[in-house]
């Protein structure tokens, strides 16, 4: 009797089983249609899910509002249309039972308008957000950093697959564009410059382990490598352009994820149900001091924790009002053997206590103005704090100091720009900002620790600064084909009274039916690490201030472009670019540039603004677009890179790897209807790292790596080949869904390059590599 039952209620299981894997999960995919000049929503337009039969398809609100209700789940192409306007495709969208879908689609006026002609859509998904842009510049978002193998859910990895960009190391996120150190980025978030947002970016002279913020709190954003339109300022390298997303305003949603990143907790959605006004927030907890146990600790997993939020308040005629803010925690530390005898090299000998804290948060208002424009105003307040507390253990155990630093910025901008539409031809958009710069300085160091047992570099000082920015840029549409960007950045820094003029040009020729040329110039500047200037020597009578003169870095870029669009679902991109770096910093009769700064660098001697630096290369991309399961991108960088120092010789710089191939793709398969299985890769082929000569004799002497810095950057390392890969399984359920992620970098266990190290059992110099697989797993419920 009770085996009959317990079959009956097995078949019955099964039955319930079979019809819940059969039936038609859905889901509503909703957002707004606007003019991406004016931001003004456009009533009326079309929107459809193509190659669907009956036809699905809606019309936006009055106010530019859609909605797409019972859209089943996997990947759907939506095409959006307006008589008069140039039509825009979605492609291969993804629909998942988790989340509602919120598209905001930007549509571009044509320029020859015809008042019954639809213009054919063009699948453009590496185009840049910001329509000032010509050249260097693309989007990204939230799917491809899901997806993509070595993305791990994080901006700054996801872009080192980009052609201009070479990735640090496996175990941290600096990247290196076009030669250029990473302290030359500039990073923006809803609209306003703030400190790279890595946790212990300090380290890695704005790198880091991971960024503040999930990938999921982001909407489409912008990754610039040079040439950026005028709005863009202190930024000498690259620019991330980074948009945080909306809430749900319709209903309340939430994410649980756990994995070796961190354990995560979302929410979003309306204040009050049938209003407008919406929160997003995400609460992250590193896990990364469980893993510290089972990976080596010279990885440097640090214990971190991250809060960010966005809440927006949509008004009836006041306009738009958002406030946001991201902030981060994180913390490293490690104490050697007091035993030497159970020291391998002079790595065991370091004690160490880092911390790099951040906040950032903004009021941002946004209201359009009549028919034609829109006014945007933000204050923001943002500060770091970073400590390095480090000591060398000599083996006789005396304690050597390294750094012992304790820095506090901060920084409160305001800033606001009119965009102003004067025809389909012709967008303006001028702007200022203003920028009130603290800072809290306590810093010693010891420029040698090999020779000297006492600190030689210090900044102790406390005060502010301001920098002050204006920019006014235009694009006009000379004809359909051919279209101009053209502006002027003024950019001035109080502390050492200088300032900089950066006129911006931009050519876009589309000379034949998908086939653009296009050539682009800067004039780009950076100031650099306050630390710079205000650092000070110690001297009989007092300490001498000796770098308060000093200038702002400053470069020329230039850039050709060539795009050819192959077909619907594949491009070619190739872009030369030469850059002529002036008025760098450098010390006198020597090989020291700033060219070469990263954040861990010591020295006593006053800067010059005598150096110079140029690189050159050319940056490919061949990409196909996800479409029929499955995609692919080869980008290649082939560069040199170059710098003068204070005494007049021509070196290589610490980043000239000379290329940098990635070959990546992925195919996805559907599986019991309404789930997905997907299987991504990575290839890397990195050059080497720049490193110089070892003064063998003096180092075994010292027992500690002496270079010989008149040869710097003479060698090399060998060539990195990377393999990652990720394996991600999606299972849509009719009121949540459930995500799984395995991802692997560095799958061949790659050696990598690290520097030098003595080795106390051999009395010898060996490289320092460490050879590690980074794993990054996750499993996550939306529901």
């Given at each position: 009797m009770q085996m009959k039952k317990f079959l009956m209620l097995l078949i019955i299981f099964c039955f319930a089983n079979n019809i819940l894997i059969s039936q038609q999960i859905s889901q509503t995919i909703k957002g707004k249609v606007f003019d991406s000049e004016t931001q003004i929503g456009l009533p009326g337009a079309t929107i459809i899910i193509t190659d669907s039969d009956p036809l699905i398809g809606v019309t936006s609100d009055n106010k530019g509002f859609f909605k797409l209700e019972n859209i089943a789940v996997g990947r759907v192409d939506i095409e959006i249309s307006f008589i008069g306007y140039e039509s825009y495709l979605v492609s291969e969208l993804l629909v998942s039972s988790g989340k509602e879908i919120v598209l905001n689609i930007p549509l571009k006026e044509s320029v020859e308008y015809l008042k019954e002609v639809v213009v054919k859509p063009n699948i453009q998904k590496e185009k840049p957000l910001n329509?000032?842009?010509?050249?260097?510049?693309?989007?990204?978002?939230?799917?491809?950093?899901?997806?993509?193998?070595?993305?791990?859910?994080?901006?700054?990895?996801?872009?080192?697959?980009?052609?201009?960009?070479?990735?640090?190391?496996?175990?941290?996120?600096?990247?290196?564009?076009?030669?250029?150190?990473?302290?030359?980025?500039?990073?923006?978030?809803?609209?306003?410059?703030?400190?790279?947002?890595?946790h212990l970016a300090g380290m890695f002279s704005g790198g880091g382990i991971i960024t503040m913020f999930n990938s999921s709190m982001l909407a489409n954003s912008d990754f610039f490598t040079g040439a950026f339109p005028a709005e863009y300022g202190n930024a000498l390298s690259g620019v991330f352009d980074i948009n945080l997303r909306n809430g749900n305003r319709d209903k309340r949603e939430y994410t649980i994820q756990a994995g070796s990143c961190g354990i995560e907790f979302a929410t979003e959605g309306p204040f009050k149900k049938g209003k407008q006004a919406t929160y997003l927030v995400n609460y992250r907890y590193s896990t990364y001091s469980i893993l510290k146990t089972f990976l080596p600790h010279v990885t440097g997993l640090p214990d971190f924790s991250d809060l960010s939020f966005k809440m927006n308040f949509p008004t009836t005629k006041a306009g738009t009002f958002s406030l946001w803010s991201i902030n981060g925690m994180g913390k490293l530390s490690a104490e050697p053997d007091k035993d030497p005898k159970e020291w391998k090299t002079n790595y065991d000998n370091y004690q160490y206590d880092i911390c790099y804290d951040l906040t950032a948060s903004g009021l941002n208002h946004r209201k359009v103005i009549g028919k034609k424009s829109y006014l945007f105003s933000s204050l923001s307040f943002s500060a770091s704090r970073y400590i390095n507390n480090n000591k060398y253990l000599r083996p006789s155990l005396i304690e050597i100091p390294v750094s012992e630093q304790n820095e506090i910025n901060s920084r409160?901008?305001?800033?606001?720009?009119?965009?102003?539409?004067?025809?389909?031809?012709?967008?303006?958009?001028?702007?200022?900002?203003?920028?009130?710069?603290?800072?809290?300085?306590?810093?010693?160091?010891?420029?040698?620790?090999?020779?000297?047992?006492?600190?030689?570099?210090?900044?102790?000082?406390?005060?502010?600064?301001?920098?002050?920015?204006?920019?006014?840029q235009s694009k006009y549409y000379i004809t359909e084909k051919l279209n101009i960007n053209a502006g002027l950045h003024f950019l001035l820094f109080t502390l050492d009274n200088t300032y900089s003029i950066e006129p911006?040009?931009?050519?876009?020729?589309?000379?034949?039916?998908?086939?653009?040329?296009?050539?682009?110039?800067?004039?780009?500047?950076?100031?650099?690490?306050?630390?710079?200037?205000?650092?000070?020597?110690?001297?009989?009578?007092?300490?001498?201030?000796?770098?308060?003169?000093?200038?702002?870095?400053k470069a020329h870029h230039f850039v050709l472009g060539y795009d050819w669009n192959i077909n619907n679902y594949t491009h070619l991109k190739i872009e030369p670019y030469y850059q002529i770096?002036?008025?760098?910093?450098?010390?006198?009769?020597?090989?020291?540039?700033?060219?070469?700064?990263?954040?861990?660098?010591?020295?006593?001697?006053?800067?010059?603004?005598?150096?110079?630096?140029?690189?050159?290369?050319?940056?490919?991309?061949?990409?196909?677009f996800l479409k029929d399961g499955y995609y692919y991108?080869?980008?290649?960088?082939?560069?040199?890179?170059?710098?003068?120092?204070?005494?007049?010789?021509?070196?290589?710089?610490?980043?000239?790897?000379?290329?940098?191939?990635?070959?990546?793709?992925?195919?996805?398969?559907?599986?019991?209807?309404?789930?997905?299985?997907?299987?991504?890769?990575?290839?890397?082929?990195?050059?080497?790292?720049?490193?110089?000569?070892?003064?063998?004799?003096?180092?075994?002497?010292?027992?500690?790596?002496?270079?010989?810095?008149?040869?710097?950057?003479?060698?090399?390392?060998?060539?990195?080949?990377?393999?990652?890969?990720?394996?991600?399984?999606?299972?849509?359920?009719?009121?949540?869904?459930?995500?799984?992620?395995?991802?692997?970098?560095?799958?061949?266990?790659?050696?990598?390059?690290?520097?030098?190290?003595?080795?106390?059992?051999?009395?010898?110099?060996?490289?320092?590599?460490?050879?590690?697989?980074?794993?990054?797993?996750?499993?996550?419920?939306?529901?």
């Open positions: 329509s000032m842009a010509t050249i260097s510049a693309r989007s990204f978002t939230v799917e491809q950093a899901q997806r993509f193998a070595g993305g791990m859910d994080d901006p700054s990895r996801l872009v080192s697959s980009f052609a201009g960009v070479t990735p640090s190391t496996v175990e941290n996120n600096e990247i290196v564009i076009r030669g250029n150190a990473a302290k030359g980025i500039l990073w923006r978030l809803e609209g306003v410059e703030i400190p790279p947002p890595n409160i901008v305001l800033s606001s720009y009119l965009n102003h539409k004067f025809s389909s031809r012709h967008t303006n958009r001028t702007g200022v900002t203003m920028s009130r710069i603290a800072y809290n300085y306590n810093v010693e160091a010891n420029s040698d620790v090999a020779l000297s047992d006492t600190n030689d570099f210090f900044v102790a000082d406390k005060g502010s600064s301001l920098s002050f920015q204006c920019y006014s911006r040009l931009g050519i876009n020729w589309n000379f034949l039916p998908d086939h653009t040329f296009s050539l682009a110039y800067g004039k780009h500047s950076r100031i650099e690490p306050l630390r710079i200037y205000l650092m000070k020597v110690k001297t009989p009578e007092a300490y001498k201030m000796l770098n308060k003169e000093l200038k702002i870095t770096l002036y008025d760098v910093p450098v010390t006198p009769d020597s090989s020291f540039s700033m060219i070469n700064y990263i954040s861990e660098m010591y020295f006593s001697e006053q800067l010059v603004n005598d150096g110079t630096g140029r690189n050159i290369g050319i940056d490919i991309t061949l990409e196909r991108m080869f980008t290649a960088s082939v560069f040199d890179s170059k710098y003068i120092g204070g005494d007049g010789i021509e070196r290589n710089t610490r980043y000239n790897q000379n290329f940098v191939f990635n070959l990546l793709g992925g195919k996805e398969w559907q599986v019991r209807k309404n789930n997905l299985f997907s299987l991504n890769g990575k290839f890397t082929v990195l050059g080497g790292r720049r490193y110089a000569p070892i003064d063998n004799e003096k180092s075994i002497a010292e027992q500690f790596v002496i270079y010989d810095n008149s040869r710097i950057y003479e060698e090399q390392s060998p060539t990195n080949y990377y393999i990652d890969i990720s394996i991600n399984y999606r299972i849509n359920k009719p009121k949540c869904a459930h995500s799984f992620i395995l991802q692997a970098k560095n799958l061949l266990m790659q050696k990598e390059f690290l520097g030098h190290a003595y080795n106390y059992e051999t009395n010898t110099i060996e490289p320092y590599e460490l050879a590690i697989i980074f794993p990054f797993v996750s499993y996550k419920i939306e529901f």
